[in-house]
């Protein structure tokens, strides 16, 4: 009886709105990702989608939540390359398994990592910032959206390649961070295009690199890592959506569905790739090719980054 009441649900699916939970501060990369995906999906399921922004402990505390919420296709969160790699190796005691205590759905956007800096930050290319990072690294600080989110590790990344421990000043998400950077409050930050291209055109920041091999058609004149003297550092995140373990199959292939039909608008492509996103090729878009991603990323995080303490 109980399979068979879960099935007639699966085949209803949504009759009311879903919550997705999004593990860091409205504004920032992984909200605005969120936002222009669901907003489409929403149509196609005929429910609303309500993003829940739970914030702290580099989205380690909204993950928690979210594996331990109904698994009932009501709660599903978007995850990201930090709450679900990287926060393996770097949090010990993290309360959720990334591989056992999610279904995966569907990979979002790929979002290559920039490196910025506040508008009058002395260096004036990627070049002078390593020479000016390098002798003032006891000086500057490098925002970030808290232990384990994709900001901090692709900083500690870089930090690692320069051998140098600069002061991270932790935010709720690279939203808040950004505002912070825009202010000229903190010197630098890695961050997802995704949260730098409008700042960037704004001109109210300063692109050094693009951390990938070919420069982004959204940023032509931001050159890459390796044309700017620093090949060494290349990186790149992505978004995620996932549900609780144990959500029914039918659930995950309907939202799942949604979602590769959200992709394949031509109003929610154009708006992912003039914010720079990588938009996943059909054959990543499957529950079983982010659940390989997962895995692949763990193995990838677990022995370059040591547990905070
Ligand atoms: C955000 O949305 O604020 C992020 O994805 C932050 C991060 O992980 O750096």
């Known amino acids: 009886l109980g399979a068979f ?33 669901t907003g489409h999906m929403a149509q196609t399921l005929g429910q609303s989608i309500i993003i829940e922004n739970v914030v702290g402990a580099g989205g380690t505390t909204a993950t928690t939540r979210a594996a331990r919420a109904a698994n009932d296709g009501y709660t599903l969160i978007t995850g990201h390359m930090g709450t679900h790699a990287a926060s393996v190796p770097l949090y010990p005691k993290l309360a959720y398994q990334p591989e056992k205590d999610f ?3 569907a990979l979002l956007a790929g979002t290559p990592i920039l490196i910025l800096a506040r508008k009058d930050f002395p260096p ?76 960037i055109n704004a001109g109210t920041i300063k692109a050094y690199a693009i951390a990938t091999a070919e420069r982004n058609p959204s940023l032509p004149n931001v050159p890459t890592t390796a044309e700017a003297g620093l090949p060494a550092f290349q990186a790149q995140a992505w978004n995620a959506m996932f549900a609780p373990k144990g959500t029914s199959p039918a659930i995950v292939a309907s939202v799942n569905a949604a979602a590769v039909k959200a992709l394949d608008d031509e109003t929610v492509k154009k708006r992912l790739l003039e914010l720079g996103s990588v938009i996943p090729a059909p054959k990543d878009r499957t529950p079983e090719a982010l659940a390989t991603l997962v895995k692949n990323e763990i193995a990838k995080w677990s022995p370059v980054l040591k547990p905070a303490n």
Request: aromatic content about 6%; overall charge negative; glycine content about 8%.
């Open 5 to 37: 009441i879960a099935t007639a649900e699966a085949q209803t699916y949504p009759t009311r709105s879903i919550t997705m939970i999004v593990p860091f501060a409205a504004g920032g990369p992984t909200d605005v990702i969120s936002r222009i995906v």
């Open 124 to 199: 004036k290319d990627l070049k002078e910032f390593v020479t000016y990072v390098k002798a003032n690294a006891e000086k500057v600080n490098a925002a970030h959206a808290g232990v384990g989110s994709v900001s901090h590790v692709s900083c500690e990344l870089l930090h690692s390649i320069l051998d140098i421990k600069p002061v991270g000043v932790p935010f709720n998400g690279t939203g808040p961070a950004m505002n912070a950077l825009v202010a000229g409050q903190v010197d630098y930050m890695c961050d997802q295009i995704v949260n730098a291209v409008p700042q």
């Open 103 to 105: 279904e995966p759905i």
